[in-house]
């Protein structure tokens, strides 16, 4: 019975307008997640902030014991010099194109442009491509 009633409720509204309501808010969501985005979109000091620490982690891991030509590696003025030169390779080499929903990091040296990262709602990813490049050149 109270199936029957409920049944017969629901043939009498008027779904029309609940679809016109669903479509309606899906569409403020969207809205608000769209002005979210534009708002917490990182700025370039923040692209660049990421990758200095990304690589300055990198130098702070030891060489391979193979090479003998570095000497001591472990001095703290040998680290304070590597994050002094890559806090200022990072300032001149990477650039950010901002697209106000999202960024993506550019490094650019000699000539060449590539995309090493993005960012969006508040946060930057740098791309294991970098890891990977970096550590080919450098234990070669």
């Not at 014991?65 to 003025?77: A, E, F, P, W």
């Amino acid at each position: 019975m109270f199936f029957t009633l409920f049944s017969n409720h629901l043939n009498s509204l008027n779904f029309g307008i609940y679809k016109m309501k669903k479509k309606s808010i899906i569409l403020l969501m969207f809205g608000i997640l769209l002005i979210i985005a534009t708002i917490t979109n990182p700025n370039t000091d923040r692209h660049k902030e990421v990758m200095k620490t990304k690589l300055n982690k990198l130098t702070q891991n030891p060489l391979p014991k193979s090479d003998k030509k570095l000497g001591n590696t472990d001095s703290l003025s040998g680290m304070m010099l590597a994050e002094k030169f890559v806090n200022k390779m990072v300032d001149q080499i990477v650039s950010v194109d901002n697209y106000f929903l999202f960024s993506l990091t550019v490094a650019t040296y000699r000539g060449s442009t590539k995309t090493i990262g993005f960012g969006a709602f508040g946060k930057v990813y740098i791309t294991n491509q970098v890891d990977n490049l970096l550590s080919k050149k450098f234990y070669e």
